[in-house]
């Protein structure tokens, strides 16, 4: 099963030279995401969720990140309808897909 989302998180004023960062997130865990946050790394401050909406087990979208930054290292924070947390920090330009597993 498939379930399209979409993420936008906007940290600062989109330069007009900006490339939004695309990539699917796969929930392959045994865990539904509630909450994902992302943050250039290095920088000490989440943003907003940026996840409209759950997602279950075994479904994956695409996540946008329009920050308008030229960066490509980011810290991943995902938080489970259990309240538990797990945080990556990942390069988001050499890949097309991030998969969360327990």
Same mark, same amino acid.
């Given at each position: 099963?498939?379930? +399209?989302?979409?993420?936008? #998180? =906007? /940290?600062? +004023?989109?330069? =007009?030279?900006?490339?939004?960062?695309?990539?699917?997130? #796969? &929930?392959?865990?045994?865990?539904?995401?509630?909450?994902? @946050?992302?943050?250039?790394?290095?920088?000490?401050?989440?943003?907003? &969720?940026?996840? !409209?909406? =759950? *997602?279950?087990?075994? *479904?994956?979208?695409?996540?946008?990140? +329009?920050?308008? /930054?030229?960066? $490509?290292? @980011? %810290?991943?924070?995902? #938080?489970?309808?259990?309240?538990?947390? +797990?945080?990556?920090?990942? &390069? /988001? $330009?050499?890949?097309?897909? !991030?998969?969360?597993? %327990?």
């Amino acid at each position: 099963m498939r379930f +399209a989302f979409a993420a936008l #998180v =906007a /940290l600062t +004023a989109t330069p =007009a030279l900006a490339e939004d960062l695309v990539f699917t997130l #796969v &929930n392959d865990s045994s865990h539904t995401i509630t909450e994902m @946050y992302v943050s250039p790394v290095g920088v000490d401050q989440w943003g907003e &969720n940026i996840l !409209f909406g =759950a *997602v279950e087990p075994g *479904v994956s979208g695409d996540v946008t990140i +329009a920050d308008g /930054l030229d960066v $490509c290292d @980011y %810290d991943l924070r995902f #938080v489970s309808g259990e309240g538990g947390e +797990a945080e990556q920090s990942q &390069n /988001l $330009c050499d890949m097309a897909t !991030f998969t969360v597993t %327990d």
